[in-house]
């Protein structure tokens, strides 16, 4: 299935609003919605028969600067039995960056979610268990983020050298 009918399969079953924007000049080629519009988008894409994407192969957090004021998230899905491709970005808040765990739909989604929440602090709602999975439990901070100060000292060991 094409980029142009997978499109309109999410027209047809979920209203031509849904979908901001899109560009194909990615590889794969990107829609672009909504976080209020995530869950419903995604179960969609995974239970519809002839879509069936079965894999979350990554989620990416981005910080797309503070003139924007914003975070981004890039979901890349695949589908193995018929071979489809599909991104799909949100975009968030800097200030209160959250939006829908997707666990539920692909377990691949924890450790994902984790990872951006971890270096990124974006919070995942209904995530089973949102915690740390590279930094130490009480570090202060997201690191990746383009605003993060870090520490002078972390438990009494100078973080710069």
Known sequence: MKFEEIKAEIDSALGNEIIKDVDETSTPATII???DQLKALMNFLHQTDGLYFDSLSCI????NGL???ELELVYNLYSI?????????VKLDRANP???TLTDIWRTADWHEREAYDLMGIHFVGHPDLRRILM????EGFPLRKDYKEQTYYRGVKVKY
């Open 67 to 69: 003139e924007s004021n």
């Open 81 to 89: 039995p018929y071979d489809h491709h599909l991104m799909v970005k």
């Open 33 to 35: 919605i909504e976080a």
């Open 136 to 139: 130490p439990a009480d570090w």
């Open 98 to 100: 959250k939006i829908d």
């Open 60 to 63: 990416t957090a981005l910080d």
